[in-house]
């Protein structure tokens, strides 16, 4: 069937690849697909689940450029618009416009008339990409309208600008990969790369092991690209040699509160202290997830979730900056954690690009690259980069259409739960067979988001064991907080 992601790493370990992928977030799943587009034919070995670490923790917004041009770094400015534009397009039943609301009290840069100049820039930059509203500044009178609890004394305004909300990240991502499998991409989950596989200094493919059977196969391919996230710099140590540029781990966490949002539109904030940072807080299914709180990563990939007394102080930046939510610990249902790049070791200063590494070129194994990222918005801009870096531009991309899938078939499945059981499970069914689901938590948590919205029924879990009792119940990606994006 078109688009069906089959797990058989027997049957894929006996054919030939031009391209291994390590690493099934979204660089990897971007990478997979981008190649296919070019008429490649790449095998995705991930050692968990599909986008179980970095890319399920993401703060499910896809930024524009406007952080970008206050670094005066256009070319990443102009990538974010012009990807986000993508996902707007190719994805707009699970992309939508986001308005993003920044109160301006005069502090610093947060002067009406410097927004007002920023936001003229940007829309500059996004000439010939347009796909939201124009941003503007808002007089105090049109800011308490748009947020009824913003803090009146001092207010001046506020900047409205448009980025795009994905509060289905992880469907987002098998969308993706399924439309990779659909070009003919072979995409393995819980799969782990161990060994490169390599003669006379030249890559020859790559071995992996089954993390469900133990059992090792070997997938041959001209070409090897790292694309393990947080862990890509030891996965180079491991094939070639340590390259510190490639990812230098920082701390960084995003919480999700039990309460209602203060607004529709995701909300720019911070503390009146100066060189605050802005948090985001973004209306999630009805409630509120905040984010992104950055912290150094003294003990380095080892070191575990954040303190609580990290936890503590970011719940005191967000009251502070909204006076009135008295926010505390028990608000917090959940926190993503996990590891950004930064650009020293031992501080939170977060890389602000991607690194492509060309291991050949520098004496290591012909045909092993190592890829590096910082956003969610601009992976696939990035694969593309890689996909130039590694065969020329002698591979234009094709066109392609997406094919036909469950998008949504799984927000049918609490609609019909009560009501007709057989339609509930041929809705599982589908799912379980047609994405590689290999257990409970794969579905709950990443093929949809029965496990985590807050208004799902809480017997949900029982329910699918009812319907499906051959899914493991157990927790095959256990330590489901990874690492959030910047995003």
């Not at 910082?374 to 992976?379: D, I, L």
């Not at 591979?395 to 392609?400: F, Q, Y």
């Not at 990443?446 to 899914?471: F, K, N, S, V």
């Given at each position: 069937?078109?688009?069906?992601?089959?797990?058989d790493?027997?049957?894929?370990?006996?054919?030939h690849?031009?391209?291994?992928?390590?690493?099934?977030?979204?660089?990897?799943?971007?990478?997979?697909?981008?190649?296919?587009?070019?008429?490649l034919?790449?095998?995705?070995?991930?050692?968990?689940?599909?986008?179980?670490?970095?890319?399920?923790?993401?703060?499910?917004?896809?930024?524009?450029?406007?952080?970008h041009?206050?670094?005066?770094?256009?070319?990443?400015?102009?990538?974010?618009?012009?990807?986000?534009?993508?996902?707007?397009?190719?994805?707009?039943?699970?992309?939508?416009?986001?308005?993003?609301?920044?109160?301006?009290?005069?502090?610093?840069?947060?002067?009406?008339?410097?927004?007002?100049?920023?936001?003229?820039?940007?829309?500059?930059?996004?000439?010939?990409?347009?796909?939201?509203?124009?941003?503007?500044?808002?007089?105090?009178?049109e800011t308490?309208?748009?947020?009824?609890?913003?803090?009146?004394?001092?207010?001046?305004?506020?900047?409205?600008?448009?980025?795009?909300?994905?509060?289905?990240?992880?469907?987002?991502l098998?969308?993706?990969?399924?439309?990779?499998s659909?070009?003919?991409?072979?995409?393995?989950?819980?799969?782990?790369?161990t060994?490169?596989?390599?003669?006379?200094g030249?890559?020859?493919?790559?071995?992996?092991?089954?993390?469900?059977?133990?059992?090792?196969?070997?997938?041959?391919?001209?070409?090897?690209?790292?694309c393990?996230?947080?862990?890509?710099?030891?996965?180079?140590?491991?094939?070639?040699?340590?390259?510190?540029?490639?990812?230098?781990?920082?701390?960084?966490?995003?919480?999700?509160?039990?309460?209602?949002?203060?607004?529709?539109a995701?909300?720019a904030?911070?503390?009146?202290?100066?060189?605050?940072?802005?948090?985001?807080?973004?209306?999630?299914?009805?409630?509120?997830?905040?984010?992104t709180?950055?912290?150094?990563?003294?003990?380095?990939?080892?070191?575990?979730?954040?303190?609580?007394?990290?936890?503590?102080?970011?719940?005191?930046?967000?009251?502070?900056?909204?006076?009135?939510?008295?926010?505390?610990?028990?608000?917090?249902?959940?926190?993503?954690?996990?590891?950004?790049?930064?650009?020293?070791?031992?501080?939170?200063?977060?890389?602000?690009?991607?690194?492509?590494?060309?291991?050949?070129?520098?004496?290591?194994?012909?045909?092993?690259?190592?890829v590096?990222?910082?956003?969610?918005?601009?992976?696939?801009?990035?694969?593309?980069?890689?996909?130039?870096?590694?065969?020329?531009?002698?591979r234009?991309?094709?066109?392609?259409?997406?094919?036909?899938?469950?998008?949504?078939?799984?927000?049918?499945?609490?609609?019909?739960?009560?009501?007709?059981?057989?339609?509930?499970?041929?809705?599982?069914?589908r799912?379980?067979?047609?994405?590689?689901?290999?257990?409970?938590?794969?579905?709950?948590?990443?093929?949809?988001?029965?496990?985590?919205?807050?208004?799902?029924?809480?017997?949900?879990?029982?329910?699918?064991?009812?319907?499906?009792?051959?899914?493991?119940?157990?927790?095959?990606?256990?330590?489901?907080?990874?690492?959030?994006?910047?995003?």
């Amino acid at each position: 069937m078109v688009g069906v992601i089959e797990r058989d790493p027997a049957g894929a370990a006996g054919r030939h690849y031009d391209l291994a992928v390590i690493g099934g977030g979204i660089y990897g799943i971007s990478l997979a697909l981008e190649a296919t587009r070019r008429g490649l034919r790449p095998v995705l070995l991930e050692r968990r689940d599909f986008g179980s670490g970095t890319t399920w923790n993401n703060l499910r917004i896809l930024h524009g450029g406007l952080r970008h041009l206050q670094r005066l770094d256009l070319r990443s400015a102009r990538d974010s618009v012009r990807e986000r534009r993508w996902y707007l397009r190719t994805f707009p039943e699970l992309v939508r416009p986001l308005a993003c609301v920044m109160p301006l009290y005069g502090r610093g840069l947060r002067r009406p008339a410097v927004l007002r100049a920023a936001l003229l820039a940007s829309e500059a930059l996004s000439a010939g990409l347009r796909s939201l509203p124009p941003g503007r500044v808002l007089s105090a009178g049109e800011t308490a309208a748009r947020f009824p609890g913003v803090e009146t004394d001092g207010l001046r305004g506020a900047a409205l600008w448009y980025d795009a909300a994905m509060p289905d990240s992880p469907r987002l991502l098998i969308e993706m990969a399924r439309w990779a499998s659909a070009g003919g991409a072979t995409l393995l989950n819980y799969l782990e790369a161990t060994d490169l596989v390599q003669h006379g200094g030249r890559v020859k493919g790559v071995r992996g092991t089954d993390s469900l059977t133990g059992d090792s196969w070997e997938f041959r391919a001209g070409v090897v690209v790292n694309c393990a996230g947080p862990w890509c710099r030891e996965l180079a140590a491991r094939f070639d040699r340590d390259i510190e540029e490639l990812f230098r781990p920082s701390l960084a966490f995003n919480v999700l509160l039990d309460r209602a949002p203060l607004a529709d539109a995701a909300l720019a904030v911070e503390p009146p202290q100066p060189g605050s940072r802005t948090c985001f807080v973004v209306p999630w299914k009805g409630r509120m997830l905040a984010g992104t709180y950055h912290a150094p990563r003294p003990g380095g990939m080892a070191a575990g979730p954040p303190e609580r007394e990290w936890i503590r102080r970011f719940l005191e930046d967000l009251n502070e900056a909204l006076p009135g939510l008295e926010l505390g610990e028990p608000d917090v249902t959940r926190v993503f954690w996990g590891l950004l790049p930064a650009t020293e070791a031992g501080t939170c200063r977060l890389a602000l690009r991607e690194e492509i590494r060309d291991h050949g070129g520098a004496g290591g194994p012909a045909g092993l690259f190592s890829v590096s990222g910082v956003k969610f918005t601009t992976a696939r801009r990035v694969a593309e980069r890689a996909l130039e870096r590694i065969y020329g531009s002698s591979r234009p991309a094709e066109p392609s259409v997406r094919p036909p899938s469950p998008a949504l078939l799984w927000r049918e499945f609490e609609n019909v739960l009560g009501s007709d059981p057989e339609a509930a499970r041929l809705i599982v069914d589908r799912l379980v067979e047609e994405e590689a689901v290999m257990g409970l938590d794969d579905l709950l948590l990443r093929r949809t988001d029965w496990g985590l919205h807050p208004g799902a029924p809480p017997d949900i879990p029982a329910r699918i064991r009812e319907l499906r009792p051959q899914i493991p119940d157990r927790e095959v990606a256990p330590g489901l907080a990874g690492s959030p994006t910047d995003d």
